[in-house]
């Protein structure tokens, strides 16, 4: 079975950083990943779908990017709101999640 | 405007049943394929079940045998049946909207099952 692992599973940045975080999947995969940020008590919010495509009112400061094996999602200038946890997913033959990666301050 | 309304959840005793629905407006749930996902205390998300368009379902390894996806079109309305619930089931269980190439763009607020004695 396919898994995605994410790194880091936490990171500490500021307000105004480049944040990177990626997944990795154990065999190549089509480019039908996702990323869904979510804050505490909250469900998921899906933020980029198709590795690269972003969903609908979502800021531009999110982006995706990647193929095969190795996707990124990048924030370019990390706002006060974008302190949450971040899970990549993509559908082979079952959903699955990637472990999740916590952005703190 | 699309929305997703779970209950059902709740105090359950190991071995026992419990039915989760998820209630949803602005599109039809036949439709689409809806997925059930859960998130254990402090960890991350877990996808549990799913039923296509069609009607076929899928569930994950953790769950089969013991938990049943269904919808009522009627009611435009997504169920979970679990049964034989064991303590590690405890979890927030969210329904979500299926979109192609397998993204899910809508979500529930989520309903706790909590499975202990």
């Known amino acids: 079975a396919i898994q995605l692992t994410q790194s880091p599973s936490s990171l500490s940045a500021s307000v105004g950083d480049r944040v990177t975080i990626t997944c990795r999947a154990s065999q190549a995969i089509s480019s039908t990943l996702a990323w869904y940020q979510q804050k505490p008590g909250k469900a998921p919010n899906l933020m980029i779908y198709?590795?690269?495509s972003l969903e609908s009112g979502v800021p531009s400061r999110f982006s995706g990017s990647g193929s095969g094996t190795d996707f990124t999602l990048t924030i370019s200038s990390l706002q006060p709101e974008d302190f949450a946890t971040y899970y990549c997913q993509q559908f082979n033959s079952y959903p699955i999640f990637g472990g999740g990666t916590k952005v703190e301050i | 405007e699309v929305q997703l309304v779970e209950s059902g959840g709740g105090l359950v005793q190991p071995g026992g049943s419990l039915r989760l629905s998820c209630a949803a407006s602005?599109?039809?749930?036949?439709?689409?394929?809806m997925n059930w996902v859960r998130q254990a205390p402090g960890k991350g998300l877990e996808w549990v079940s799913l039923i296509y368009s069609g009607g076929n379902t899928s569930y994950a390894d953790s769950v089969k045998g013991r938990f049943t996806i269904s919808r009522d079109n009627s009611k435009n309305t997504l169920y979970l049946q679990m049964n034989s619930l064991r303590a590690e089931d405890t979890a927030v269980f969210y329904c979500?909207?299926?979109?192609?190439?397998?993204?899910?763009?809508?979500w529930g607020q989520g309903t706790l099952v909590t499975v202990s004695s």
């Open positions: 602005g599109f039809t749930v036949s439709s689409n394929y």
């Open positions: 198709d590795a690269s």
């Open positions: 979500a909207r299926g979109r192609a190439g397998g993204r899910f763009d809508y």
